[in-house]
């Protein structure tokens, strides 16, 4: 069905605590992706994963780390959120990375207290 | 800096007129993609144009590419309210272990009624 699914799709946090944010997709992709937006940013690459166990960093990972253990599943993990990291994630596969389209999911919004 | 830029931060039209949204880019690439993102929505790919390719056009959607100049525009005709949304342009590069695609910070399109 093409399609890209994330959950929570909102999430409130105390600073400290642990987040999971997960996403998957039904298309047999390869290669999926990370990314935050925040305003007048745009959207910023954390992480990329090539495949399974074949996670790359993006342009801004530090504060996160990923685990990709099926292909069809890509989770972004906070360990001890830091207030700063309160933002929309979102999360995007595509076929592979020879500019190809991205499939983006809805967004898990973020806030950390 | 960002290796790929939209020109403007906002833009708004009357229903019905054509616009145009501009875009920049710093690297070499392999394609050039085009995306739209409405409200409490993840971006959708609009068009890709591959840098071999110089006009590509999807219904009321054209975009154009130049490599000489590293540039791209997305023009739309007969505008509708629906087309209120950020539109960025987003280019590959080879960076560390793999291709990335890379989104520049976007351009606000209002269509007003």
């Known amino acids: 069905d093409m399609k890209v699914t994330q959950m929570p799709r909102y999430l409130i946090k105390r600073m400290g605590e642990n987040v999971l944010l997960e996403c998957g997709q039904d298309m047999s992709h390869e290669t999926m992706y990370w990314y935050r937006q925040d305003p007048g940013l745009g959207l910023q690459l954390i992480y990329i994963?090539?495949?399974?166990?074949?996670?790359s960093e993006g342009d801004i990972p530090k504060g996160y780390r990923v685990s990709r253990k099926k292909r069809e599943h890509f989770s972004l993990i906070l360990d001890s959120a830091k207030t700063n990291q309160t933002s929309v994630y979102f999360c995007?596969?595509?076929?592979?990375?020879?500019?190809?389209?991205?499939?983006f999911g809805e967004g898990s919004r973020l806030i950390v207290v | 800096s960002q290796l790929a830029e939209e020109n403007l931060w906002a833009l708004s039209v009357h229903e019905g007129e054509s616009v145009t949204v501009n875009c920049s880019y710093k690297?070499?690439?392999?394609?050039l993609q085009w995306y739209r993102q409405k409200s409490g929505e993840g971006p959708a790919q609009l068009i890709l144009i591959r840098s071999n390719e110089r006009e590509k056009r999807n219904g009321r959607l054209r975009a154009t590419l130049d490599t000489s100049s590293q540039s791209s525009s997305l023009s739309i005709t007969a505008t509708r309210c629906e087309d209120t949304a950020v539109y960025f342009c987003?280019?590959?590069?080879?960076?560390?272990?793999?291709?990335?695609?890379?989104f520049g910070t976007g351009t606000l399109l209002s269509v007003k009624p």
């Open positions: 690297t070499s690439i392999t394609a």
């Open positions: 994963s090539y495949d399974v166990d074949s996670n």
């Open positions: 995007a596969s595509s076929r592979d990375t020879s500019g190809n389209t991205l499939y």
């Open positions: 987003a280019t590959d590069y080879y960076g560390g272990s793999g291709n990335k695609l890379i």
